[in-house]
């Protein structure tokens, strides 16, 4: 008989947190499940670690690719070495799970069995997993407990869905998004959220459990740390301009532009910010043209990009300019 859950772990040279992630989804207290470890060619100790999980628990399965074929590779590859299970749900080798969280988003997804998507709030921890913030905490709106719709929210605000705390209906994403493909190969940072966004466009259904049942670790080797805001925007203006452009409802559309804009914008103060004005000059006159020069803080923006200013002036001008902005904002 086929588990009802597949837990599928990618992994990649984390072999030094691989035994906390496998025994949080050992140690659930929902059974019916498999755990399907993926190991990207790691040259650690992680073929070690699992394998000797695997002898110990017949619901383990290990696989080791013969070379790294690259993230969203490996995540695909996942997928199509479990059973043939009715929902699936990711694990990151390097974060883990409270206990109850199989069996809460199981019991969540019978009482919505139209939902595509079940998930849950999350802890933000640091390398030594003490807890930072939760992960609601980073978004300004989060969805409505239960039964949701929220693609504005996913739009406007960011990725509410946490890939390590979503648990997935396989047949009704196969039904939304028969792709070869689950993710997108050509993004590095963003997989997740395009998927999110494809499914939720199509017509996908989500359920909001607000309990913080997962952890999820921040450390330096992750791809969510701040050296990589600047290639995660890049990849979000790609997927609201490109990605999204041909398959965007109508009644989506004006938010898709006005995504594209929030990106545009963010990405652009950004490498302003950092001294690299000769790219954010594009973005920001992109921006510009979007808002159709309604944005006095994209208007200033683009203009320090434009001038002669050597790009540390003009980064130095545009902080003194943001930080201006953000204390006329807090004393308003």
């Known amino acids: 008989m086929h588990a009802l859950v597949s837990v599928l772990m990618p992994t990649y040279n984390q072999c030094q947190y691989l035994p906390t992630a496998i025994e949080s989804v050992l140690g659930q207290t929902f059974s019916d499940y498999e755990l399907i470890i993926s190991d990207n060619a790691s040259s650690d100790d992680t073929e ?3 394998m000797s999980y695997a002898k110990s628990d017949r619901r383990l399965h290990y696989y080791r ?10 995540f695909d590859l996942s997928l199509t070495r479990a059973s043939h299970s009715s929902h699936f749900a990711f694990l990151s080798s390097d974060d ?17 069995p139209s939902a595509t998507l079940v998930h849950c709030d999350a802890y933000r921890v640091d390398e ?10 980073l978004w300004p709106e989060m969805p409505p407990v239960g039964s949701h719709r929220s693609i504005r929210e996913l739009f406007l605000n960011g990725c509410y869905f946490n890939i390590n705390a979503t648990l997935i209906n396989r047949s009704q994403l196969l039904a939304l998004y028969p792709n070869d493909q689950l993710f997108d190969p050509t993004l590095k940072y963003t997989p997740d959220y395009h998927l999110w966004l494809q499914l939720m466009i199509r017509g996908a259904t989500a359920y909001y459990v607000p309990e913080p049942l997962a952890f999820y670790r921040k450390h330096d080797a992750a791809h969510t740390t701040t050296k990589n805001v600047i290639a995660r925007l890049q990849e979000q203006v790609l997927i609201f301009r490109e990605k999204l452009a041909e398959v965007c409802p109508a009644q989506y559309e004006s938010l898709r532009q006005e995504a594209l804009l929030i990106n545009l914008k963010q990405l652009g103060f950004v490498l302003l910010a950092a001294g690299r004005k000769a790219e954010a000059l594009p973005v920001l006159t992109e921006a510009h043209q979007l808002a159709a020069g309604r944005q006095l803080d994209v208007k200033v923006a683009a203009r320090l990009a434009a ?13 003194a300019v943001a930080a201006g902005a953000q204390k006329v904002r807090q004393n308003s």
């Open 48 to 50: 070690h670690v699992a």
């Open 65 to 74: 690719n013969s070379a790294n074929l690259g993230v969203c590779r490996n």
């Open 96 to 112: 883990w799970w409270h206990p109850t969280l199989l069996e809460r988003l199981v019991a969540s997804a019978a009482i919505a």
């Open 128 to 137: 030594t997993g003490a807890i930072i913030n939760l992960y609601s905490e």
């Open 307 to 319: 001038s002669p200013l050597p790009p540390t002036l003009a980064a130095w001008g545009w902080r």
